[in-house]
């Protein structure tokens, strides 16, 4: 596919020039001599061209997104109308108070649907994605420790933890420690209790963890932990497991983030703008962020006034228009939100069950939102793996799940289908992984040379990586 540069042929599609313009009033160092070297082509091959980039893109409208972990579900449309209000889109952030008493009213209420959500004491909605919120409950953590005169330093992560845990744990100062996985596939509690000193400040944990397994133990570990005078950390990116049955508080958590992008409905990936709230209970308050949304009972009000705050951990207080979208759904779905969960972990279950045949389940449980397969059958017999499982499922219409995490598990296949689906889609994506299966057998060059319908097919992944070509030259086609 050609880029607009190289389909520009001279033809005027926008004419920007308006000689009516009395422009003597400038210096003439800031008037262009040459007119800038924009593609010049008419509107019908805009149109053409961009519609063309956009179809070789994948995204939810276009078909089934089970990537594990990411909550890929379907955003309604009218969040993104509500985020575009006139009102909401051109506020300045700088504004008095006065002046934007809708939008602190709206962040003050989202503020108070997220401790309901949660069952904690106090939020903030300042930072910019799920790392960001553990960077900041870090943060907290680690303050909360100095202004008690405790210089404890280790960090507790399950093996199964997202990657991001131990980034943000070691990115505070902290020194990350492992913590094994039982043959369950949940936190092994002799190998825990081996760990625990006064010198553990915290333990960062998923719940449901990335294999998509309840902690069953999860109370007695927050006794254990408090006992020991450490603090726990929830990451709660994927709500959707857990939403109006269960939170944090009720499991013993102090501190806890919520990525509003994936549970509460904003379209996501590729580095668009997300939201990452961090609720804490009580006693960590004055650490929060600042500002802080508050109400006098006659105004809502921006707090800076906090004793112990570790700061602003983004200009102003986070991504605006995630908020609205996450406020709109959360007010559109009301105590359906205890039904989007039931929905996820029924379509989890439902699609593990009728693949278990077909692929390894090295977990054989019943899952939450989401489980994991190993493609370790498909690899040792007939030299399939799962990155060519991932491939050929694209020739399906189909986006691949996350593969090779959680690092547990050989072979993983990470399925998240999301409580947006109906059951005739994941019965397609399920005849689809079956006849995968049976290709493996049957036809395995099929599967080898996949995806053969997709508009680039294999890339080059760790040339991609270790060397990114990021300028395209158009002597290259
Ligand atoms: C997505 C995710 C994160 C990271 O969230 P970002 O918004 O991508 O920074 C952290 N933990 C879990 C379990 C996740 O699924």
Known sequence: MKTIFEKSNGTEGINLTDDSEDLSFLDKSFLRT??????????????????????????????????????????????????????????????????????????????????????????????????????????IIKKYFESIGDNRKKVLIPDSAHGTNPASAHMCGFEVVGVNSDKYGRVDMEHLKSLIDKNVAAIMMTNPNTLGLFEENVLEISKLMHENGSLLYYDGANFNAIMGYTNPKVMGFDVVHLNLHKTFATPHGGGGPGAGPVGVVDKLKEFLPVPVVNFDGEKYFRDYNLKNS?????????????????????????????????NAVLN?????????????????????????????????????????????????????????????????????????????????????????????????????????STPVRRVDETLAARHPDLKYNCSDK
């Not at 602003?312 to 605006?320: C, D, M």
């Not at 059958?377 to 491939?391: C, P, V």
């Open 348 to 452: 989890a279950n439902y699609i593990k069950e009728k693949l278990k045949k077909y692929y390894d389940l090295p977990y054989d449980l019943p899952c939450m939102h989401e489980f994991v397969l190993s493609g370790e059958r498909q690899k040792q017999n007939f030299g399939i793996s799962t990155l060519n499982i991932a491939k050929r499922l694209m020739d399906g219409n189909t986006h691949p799940p996350t593969v090779y995490f959680p690092l547990i598990v050989h072979e993983a296949m990470m399925i998240e289908p999301t409580e947006s689906e109906n059951k005739e889609k994941l019965d397609e994506f399920i005849d689809i992984m079956i006849k995968i299966a049976q290709e493996a057998e049957t036809n395995p060059e099929e599967v080898l040379s996949a995806p053969h």
């Open 310 to 342: 570790i700061g602003s951990v983004k200009a102003f207080y986070g991504n605006f228009g995630v908020l609205v979208r996450a406020y709109a759904y959360i007010l559109m779905m009301g105590d359906n939100l205890k039904e989007a969960s039931e």
């Open 34 to 139: 040459q007119s800038p070297e924009l593609p010049q082509i008419g509107e019908l091959e805009v149109m053409r061209h961009y519609k063309e980039l956009s179809d070789r893109n994948f995204c939810i409208e276009k078909g089934f997104y089970p990537l594990g972990s990411c909550t890929m579900k379907y955003n309604p449309k009218v969040n993104e109308l509500l985020a575009s209000l006139e009102g909401f889109a051109n506020i300045h952030p700088n504004l008095a108070d006065e002046y934007c008493q809708g939008a602190l009213n709206l962040m003050y209420n989202l503020q108070e649907a997220l401790k309901k959500i949660t069952g904690m004491d106090a939020i903030t909605l300042q930072p910019a994605a799920g790392a960001h919120g553990e960077l900041t409950g870090m943060m």
